[in-house]
C-alpha cells in the first residue's frame, strides 16, 4: 500500500517509508505522553526521519515541551473555535533544512502567492461547456488508479491504488473528478472531519497531457461550495512550497497561508517542503 493508516491508542497515524515520516492527529482523551513514546519506538524501527503531528492549542503546548517545534498554525481550526497547530520533531536533524537556493525560491512563490489573494466576492468562474465535474463512486476507483499510474508512471512507488482509496474512503474521503468526454482529467480526495468542523484537501492529480492548464482552480470552486453541506467551517490543503501555481490557484480562492511544513513529503523524486493553506467560511452578515 502507498501508505499504512491505522489507529494507535486513538490516533490516526499515517506512516510508510516513502516519506519516511509519521503523520498523525488525536483526539483530546488520548493519553499523550504514551502516544509519543509509541510514535518515538516507530520512527526509530522504520527509521523515519520526521514526526509531524496535527493538534489543539492546548496538546500543542505539551508537543513544544517534548521538542516539537510549531511550522503551521491555522486559526479556528476545529469547529471555527480552537486553534490548530502542525508540529515537527526531527529524527534526523539533517532533514530539518534547506539550502538558501530551496530557500528563496520557497519565499518567492510565497510572496506571489499571497499577492494574488483575492476575496471571497470574486467572481464565479464558468467551466467549459465541455467538461463536467463530478463525485467517483467506489467502483469507478479503478479510474483514480489509472490517473495516478499516468501522473507517476516514471514514480510507482508513488501510485496510489484501489486499495489505498477503498481504505480513504472508510475515513471519510470523498472522490472527485473533472471529466472531458468521458476522460478523467484531474481527481481530488477530500478528508471530512464532522467532529472537528473541518475538512482536507488531501491532493490534486491531473493528466500529465493537461498540466499547467489550472483546471484544478474549478474543483477548489466546487469544495468551497461544499462546505455547509458538511458543516464544515474551515477548508485547508497542504501544497508543494515550490509549485506556483497550486498555490497561486489557493490564494486566488481567498485561501490564507498558515506556514510550511519543512521537507515534509517525496513528490516524485524529491523531498519537498509544504505550504498549509486555510480557508474559512464567511461569517454571516447580521442585521
Not at 510549531?70 to 481550526?77: R, S, T, Y
Request: contains cysteine.
Amino acid at each position: 500500500m502507498f501508505e499504512t493508516i491505522e489507529n494507535i491508542d486513538g490516533a490516526l497515524v499515517y506512516h510508510g517509508n516513502m516519506h519516511k515520516r509519521i503523520y498523525f492527529s488525536q483526539s483530546d482523551n488520548v493519553d499523550l505522553d504514551n502516544l509519543l513514546q509509541k510514535m518515538k519506538t516507530l520512527a526509530n524501527e522504520k527509521q523515519y526521519e520526521k514526526i509531524l503531528s496535527k493538534t489543539t492549542e492546548e496538546k500543542a503546548a505539551i508537543l513544544k515541551s517534548k521538542g516539537f517545534e510549531i511550522e503551521a498554525k491555522i486559526p479556528g481550526l476545529y469547529n471555527g473555535t480552537t486553534d490548530g497547530y502542525f508540529l515537527a520533531d526531527y529524527i534526523n536533524k539533517e532533514r530539518h533544512g534547506y539550502n538558501d537556493k530551496i530557500a528563496k525560491t520557497i519565499a518567492t512563490v510565497k510572496s506571489i502567492a499571497q499577492a494574488a489573494n483575492k476575496p471571497d466576492s470574486d467572481s464565479y468562474f464558468h467551466m467549459p461547456e465541455n467538461m463536467i465535474l463530478r463525485e467517483l463512486a467506489s467502483n469507478e476507483f479503478h479510474l483514480l488508479e489509472t490517473l495516478h499510474n499516468k501522473a507517476y508512471k516514471y514514480h510507482p512507488n508513488q501510485i496510489k491504488d484501489v486499495t489505498y482509496f477503498s481504505k480513504l474512503k472508510e475515513l471519510n474521503h470523498q472522490f472527485y473528478g473533472l471529466f472531458q468526454n468521458g476522460q478523467l482529467l484531474v481527481s481530488a480526495i477530500i478528508g471530512i472531519n464532522k467532529e472537528e468542523g473541518n475538512m482536507e484537501i488531501v491532493d490534486f492529480v491531473t493528466h500529465p497531457d493537461y498540466r499547467g492548464q489550472n483546471l484544478s482552480y474549478f474543483l477548489v470552486q466546487d469544495i468551497k461550495e461544499k462546505m455547509k453541506s458538511f458543516a464544515c467551517k474551515t477548508i485547508y490543503t497542504m501544497v508543494r512550497s515550490t509549485s506556483y501555481g497550486l498555490n497561486i490557484t489557493f490564494s486566488k480562492h481567498g485561501f490564507i497561508f498558515a506556514g510550511t511544513l519543512k521537507n515534509n513529503c517525496m513528490v516524485r523524486d524529491t523531498l519537498e517542503s509544504m505550504n498549509v493553506w486555510y480557508f474559512k467560511e464567511p461569517e454571516q452578515s447580521r442585521p
